[in-house]
Each structure stands twice: as C-alpha cells, then as structure tokens.
C-alpha cells in the first residue's frame, strides 16, 4: 500500500476523533450555559445545543475532507510523519478556533440575558399632559 494512503487513513480518523471529542465536549457543557440563558427551557436548550453541534460537526468534517488531499508524494516514514503533522496542526487549529467562537458566543447570550433579567420593567404612565396649545403666530 502507498504511503500516502497511510497517511490518508491516519489523517481521517484522527481528524475525525478529535471533532466527535470536542463536538461531545461542547454539547455537554454547553448545555448548561444554554438552560441558563433560555431560562431554564430544558426542551428548548437541548434543541438548540443539538443545532449547534449538527453546525459544528459539518463545518469542521467539511473542512477536514476539503483538506485531504495533498499534492506531493510520500516516499518514506518521516514525509509521513511530517505531512501529518501539518495537516493535523491546522486541524487542530480550526477545532481551537470553532471552541473558542462557539465559547464566545455562548458567553454572549448568557451575558445579555442576565442583562435582560436584572432589568426592570418600564413604569406604566401615571397621567397625561396635554400639548401645549399655540396661538396664532404674531408678526
């Protein structure tokens, strides 16, 4: 078998562990931030976590296939060894990347609706005034 199909095989299915880890890690600890921002809407935080790990999971094994294929030949071990770890690092890179976005994101419901719970609600009026009347204008 070629080399370079070695180091396909190996490329895939590191890739794609890496991606069903990190998916699995931010949907179950995601999960939490999201019940909290919905208020405790457990149907709708678990709705809402599995869109964005369905999101997460094609745009990074869309990237990892995208990224496949390589242009050179890889004659000896360390070719391998080295187109691996370019590959993988840039994975990895991307997989640090789309954390961090969806940490971010996270972050930001949760502040705004801690925002939105700590506001009071408007005071409804207690009278009204009327316009101001004016005459007619003087020259």
Do not use: C
């Not at 242009?71 to 954390?99: I, N, P, W």
């Amino acid at each position: 078998m070629d080399l370079t199909v070695v180091a396909y095989v190996i490329y895939l299915v590191v890739s794609i562990g890496l991606t069903v880890w990190v998916a699995r890690t931010l949907s179950r600890n995601g999960r939490i931030f999201l019940a909290d921002v919905l208020r405790g809407n457990e149907k709708l935080a678990d709705a809402v976590n599995h869109l964005l790990v369905v999101g997460f999971y094609l745009v990074n094994l869309g990237f990892v296939t995208l990224y496949l294929q390589d242009d050179g030949t890889l004659a000896t071990a360390r070719q391998v060894f080295e187109a691996l770890s370019k590959k993988l690092g840039v994975v990895l890179l991307v997989l640090g990347l789309m954390h961090l976005g969806n940490v971010f994101a996270l972050n930001k419901f949760r502040r705004r609706g801690l925002m939105d719970r700590e506001q009071t609600p408007p005071v409804p009026p207690q009278g009204y005034t009327q316009p101001a009347s004016f005459g007619p204008a003087q020259a």
